[in-house]
């Protein structure tokens, strides 16, 4: 069984430069079509109201209700590019979506406002979390990661599930900070974005990217990593199939059991765990 732990979908395409098919290229039945191909039997559709996709949450929500066995939805929640990010009131919104959504998650994209994790605010929002039994999949830089470790203690029942290897980067050689927050049980890695970690974006299988991979497997074992496609901003530099790939295929290092926990086990179990 493949679990996909990040996914996106919109009714229109968000990035420039445009794509001449902006009405499709981004739709969840494209996103089901890749699945069913590479024989992935549930994607997390991490939410985003970027660009033209102000109802992003509306239109994964809906998705939802037409495919519940195959999709499972992470509302945005006050994400860095929204107008109430980080203000007031962060604790009633998390919870009003929770409720209409019916979440097991939700995600929020982070700027540069560590400090932010230590506010009173911070402290209401996750407070919800744990109250809803929540997911919190976050996108942030490894400059993060000491105080999510702060928080993610503070918050024991709250997986915190970081993106795109939580921000590491061959370029900044900065594994070493994300490796110390393999000491809190209840921090996970997405082993996802293997393109934006690379120094070639391109250059399929990413090769460069195995000794950040190894070292997030030795440290937080085959437990708490996760496997994400990226889907469709993954298009940019390679297909479903590579992203898969990159993973299952050319990280020889990770054993077959473990392998198996990573692609799916492993996010299954986080979601069944989690929701009221």
């Not at 549930?42 to 519940?68: K, L």
């Not at 509302?75 to 009131?89: E, I, L, M, N, R």
């Not at 889907?231 to 295929?249: C, D, G, K, Q, W």
């Amino acid at each position: 069984m493949i679990v996909d732990s990040h996914s996106h979908a919109w009714s229109y395409w968000p990035y420039q430069p445009t794509v001449p098919d902006p009405e499709s290229r981004g739709t969840v039945e494209q996103l089901l079509w890749e699945m069913d191909r590479n024989e992935v039997a549930t994607a997390v559709i991490v939410c985003a109201g970027i660009d033209h996709n102000e109802n992003n949450n509306d239109y994964v929500f809906d998705a939802v209700q037409r495919f519940p066995d195959r999709l499972v939805q992470f509302a945005d929640v006050d994400c860095s590019w929204s107008k109430t990010y980080h203000s007031p009131g962060s604790a009633d919104r998390l919870r009003e979506k929770a409720k209409r959504f019916n979440l097991k998650g939700f995600t929020h994209y982070l700027k540069s406002d560590v400090e932010w994790f230590a506010s009173k605010e911070a402290n209401a929002f996750f407070t919800v979390a744990a109250e809803e039994n929540l997911i919190a999949s976050v996108a942030l830089g490894s400059n993060w990661q000491e105080s999510l470790r702060v928080l993610a203690r503070n918050f024991p029942s709250v997986n915190f599930l970081c993106h795109h290897m939580a921000g590491a980067r061959v370029s900044e050689n900065n594994v070493e900070e994300i490796l110390r927050s393999s000491d809190v049980e209840n921090i996970f890695i997405k082993l996802s974005g293997f393109h934006y970690v690379s120094l070639r974006s391109w250059e399929y299988p990413y090769l460069d990217v195995n000794p950040i991979v190894r070292k997030l497997y030795a440290n937080f074992g085959g437990d708490r990593l996760c496997w994400g496609s990226d889907y469709p901003v993954v298009r940019f530099n390679m297909t479903y199939r590579h992203a898969l790939e990159s993973f299952s295929t050319h990280c020889p290092f990770v054993c077959e059991e473990d392998k198996k926990k990573i692609l799916g086990k492993n996010m299954d179990r986080l979601l069944k765990e989690s929701g009221t």
